[in-house]
């Protein structure tokens, strides 16, 4: 997806009203292809070597990527509002649940899942894996179908920015959508209004 069409969806429709400061009834119908947009954008053809990262790369990339990437939220100008994505990390060492705002890894699990993300497209381990989780539920300020454009959109910028720093450190980003969400969710402990949206893998160029 390219920052023009991204910046096209954020300016289309009518003007905000009050119950829906986002305007995302009229940008839902767009967001619903975002996702697909970002497969498209960063196809699963771009072979990842399986080696390990430098500890310093997987943390500029979180620190300049994920933390500051700006996204939006449910209540905007507060600074309170939910953003309505949450962020995993799938390591050889385990799995991390990453808090944008306090910028840490919490440990979620020490199993090895990354042999799980390559059940159904076949593609060999990543050293780095991020997960896009949509928390989907409805609010007190928001439908359940507007979380959805709001998880959708949001993750769409993270990907976006991920890639962006990746460049800077010589890496290439793969997102992948065809996922056995079921025993992923099971495997991260989702909850009942948590979805999986896609998988941003990252490495180092195979050698051709």
Same mark, same amino acid.
């Given at each position: 997806?390219?920052?023009?069409?991204?910046?096209?969806?954020?300016?289309?429709?009518?003007?905000?009203?009050?119950?829906?400061?986002? &305007?995302?009834? $009229?940008? !839902?119908?767009?967001?619903? #292809?975002?996702?697909?947009?970002? /497969?498209? =954008?960063?196809? *699963?053809? &771009?072979?990842? $070597?399986? !080696?390990?990262?430098?500890? #310093?790369?997987?943390?500029?990339? /979180?620190? =300049?990527?994920? *933390?500051?990437?700006?996204?939006?939220?449910?209540?905007?100008?507060? #600074?309170?509002?939910?953003?309505?994505?949450?962020?995993?990390? *799938?390591?050889?060492?385990?799995?991390?649940?990453?808090?944008?705002?306090?910028?840490?890894?919490?440990?979620?699990?020490?199993?090895?899942?990354?042999?799980?993300?390559?059940?159904?497209?076949?593609?060999?381990?990543?050293?780095?894996?991020?997960?896009?989780?949509?928390?989907?539920?409805?609010?007190?300020?928001?439908?359940?179908?507007?979380?959805?454009?709001?998880?959708?959109?949001?993750?769409?910028?993270?990907?976006?920015?991920?890639?962006?720093?990746?460049?800077?450190?010589?890496?290439?980003?793969?997102?992948?959508?065809?996922?056995?969400?079921?025993?992923?969710?099971?495997?991260?402990?989702?909850?009942?209004?948590?979805?999986?949206?896609?998988?941003?893998?990252?490495?180092?160029?195979?050698?051709?």
């Amino acid at each position: 997806m390219s920052m023009r069409r991204h910046d096209a969806m954020r300016d289309a429709g009518p003007r905000p009203s009050s119950d829906d400061p986002l &305007r995302l009834r $009229a940008r !839902g119908k767009a967001a619903t #292809g975002v996702l697909v947009d970002v /497969l498209h =954008r960063f196809p *699963a053809w &771009r072979c990842l $070597a399986p !080696g390990p990262l430098p500890l #310093g790369a997987t943390s500029r990339i /979180l620190e =300049r990527a994920v *933390a500051d990437a700006p996204l939006e939220r449910e209540m905007p100008g507060d #600074g309170r509002g939910s953003e309505r994505v949450e962020i995993y990390v *799938a390591l050889a060492s385990g799995v991390y649940q990453y808090s944008r705002v306090c910028r840490l890894l919490y440990g979620v699990s020490r199993r090895d899942i990354r042999s799980e993300l390559s059940l159904l497209d076949g593609l060999p381990p990543a050293p780095l894996n991020i997960i896009y989780v949509g928390h989907t539920g409805r609010s007190a300020h928001l439908r359940e179908q507007d979380t959805t454009a709001l998880s959708a959109i949001n993750t769409a910028t993270l990907c976006e920015h991920v890639d962006r720093i990746c460049v800077t450190e010589k890496l290439i980003t793969v997102a992948r959508g065809w996922l056995d969400r079921v025993a992923l969710g099971q495997s991260i402990g989702l909850g009942a209004d948590q979805h999986l949206l896609l998988v941003q893998s990252i490495g180092y160029p195979a050698a051709s």
